[in-house]
């Protein structure tokens, strides 16, 4: 049974920061690692994803994944207000996938 | 215009009762989930479909029976309603079940309260 976990919690940032969020996972066979983005009241929506061990970045957002750690990660530079929402990562293993309960992050103005 | 319709938005039931949650997906994908999202809880996987059949049930009452009458809908029907059932509900879909590419869109929810 994959056990995905995010850390931290919460987080707030001043605009204009760098926001790092957490995710490990218990799977080693997990092929694929997302991030989704939820915005109060609305729908998860994807991020990003990422496959195979290093970086990937896609304009202010960058992905980190090491696979022998079972861990990964989402960076995000130059904070701004619009990116306040709940961060899911979420892992796909055995053709579904296993989200992470989230970190709420709020940016500052 | 919106591409995965799910009603009703809001639902609020007694114990005991059933409802339907209808989905409706205009993506051309194949593939259809419904997930769960309660507080303090993470979004949960519930069933799967690709091509209208089931691929995966992850949850284990049979009180909660996924239905799909075309390739583009999948509803889940719950009976004998319970007040742990309160969440909000969520139908996804993706071009497949597999693969890198398959992002999963996940419609704007139906937020169920049982009384």
């Known amino acids: 049974q994959q056990n995905v976990q995010q850390s931290p919690e919460s987080l707030i940032v001043p605009e204009g920061a760098r926001t790092s969020l957490n995710c490990t996972f218990s799977?080693?066979?997990?092929?694929y690692f997302w991030w989704y983005r939820q915005h109060s009241g609305k729908a998860p929506k994807a991020l990003m994803?990422?496959?195979?061990?290093g970086e990937k970045e896609e304009g202010r957002f960058t992905i980190h994944l090491n696979k022998a750690s079972l861990h990964f990660s989402l960076h995000i530079r130059d904070s701004q207000p619009s990116d306040s929402a709940l961060y899911l990562c979420?892992?796909?293993?055995?053709?579904?996938?296993?989200f992470g309960i989230g970190t709420r992050v709020l940016v500052r103005p | 215009d919106p591409k995965i319709i799910q009603k009703p938005k809001y639902l609020v039931a007694v114990t005991g009762s059933e409802k339907i949650l209808i989905c409706e997906q205009y993506?051309?994908?194949?593939?259809m989930y419904w997930y769960r999202q309660s507080a303090k809880k993470p979004l949960e996987f519930m069933f799967s479909?690709?091509?209208?059949?089931?691929?995966d049930n992850q949850t284990a009452s049979s009180r909660f029976q996924p239905q799909s009458s075309k390739k583009n809908h999948l509803d889940l029907q719950i009976t004998a309603l319970k007040p742990d059932d309160s969440a909000t509900y969520f139908c996804?879909?993706?071009?497949?079940?597999?693969?890198?590419?398959?992002?999963?869109?996940f419609g704007p929810g139906t937020r169920l309260l049982v009384l």
């Open positions: 996804a879909s993706s071009q497949d079940t597999g693969g890198q590419w398959d992002t999963q869109y």
């Open positions: 799977d080693s066979a997990s092929q």
């Open positions: 994803s990422i496959f195979s061990n």
């Open positions: 979420a892992v796909f293993a055995g053709n579904k996938l296993t």
């Open positions: 993506l051309g994908h194949n593939a």
């Open positions: 479909y690709s091509y209208q059949k089931l691929m």
